[in-house]
């Protein structure tokens, strides 16, 4: 059976200005690929709702899992909670669990759970919290969107929570190989390897170094053996 399928919603206007880089799409399709689920598509999103609201839907209906990053803080732009409620016509309001949560960190750390905080406590009904250890504030599960925060290790630990509750496939092998030749020089053979491998993935990736050119011939897939015979045959090929 094929792996389940994932996608990523990554939603701020700071990664589209360029002001912050995003770290949490590594490491989401590295946890991913261990666990046997194929990461297909990450769409990068402006707190625009409109946007949000269609990039969700969409993305909902085409894979297996949608993981979303950002937007979920107690700013005025922390507006995912909202539009994931709005995109699956769920009630959203601060919920009893999540505001209980909240004020045992907030009654032990000293600080005053005001409304701003308290706007972390809003989930979507029918949804289930995502466990935060870091920090507290919760994210959740609606249907198969899971919707993190966008800072990397509470990215991270929301994950870690989430991981461990879905089903995977077969985890993703890959074997590559430094092949200090260019790409034009290979490309004939590649294409014969991926057609008689079409289970696999064969990718070709350039470099130069000290005006020499080469490229790394990655070969992913599911079956090590499978994995194994084509790189072997590649390898001949090159007389290596």
Known sequence: MANPTAAMLVIGDEILSGRTRDANMHFLAGELTKHGID?????????????????????????????TSGGIGPTHDDIT?????????AHL???DDARALLEAHYDKTGLELNAARLRMARVPEGATLIENPVS????FTLRNVHVMAGVPNIFQAMVASVL??????????SQTLRVNRGEGDIAAMLSALASDFDDLSIGCYPFQVN????ANVVIRGTEGARVDAAMTRLAKELAL
């Open 39 to 67: 990461l297909k598509e990450v769409r990068i999103v402006s707190d625009e709702a409109e946007a949000i609201e269609a990039a969700v839907s969409a993305l909902s209906a085409a894979y297996t899992h949608v993981f």
């Open 81 to 89: 909670a909202d539009c994931i409620a709005r995109a699956f016509g």
């Open 93 to 95: 309001d601060v919920r």
């Open 136 to 139: 507290t504030a919760p994210g």
């Open 164 to 173: 461990p509750t879905l089903t995977g496939g077969a985890p993703l092998l």
């Open 211 to 214: 005006g020499a050119y080469g």
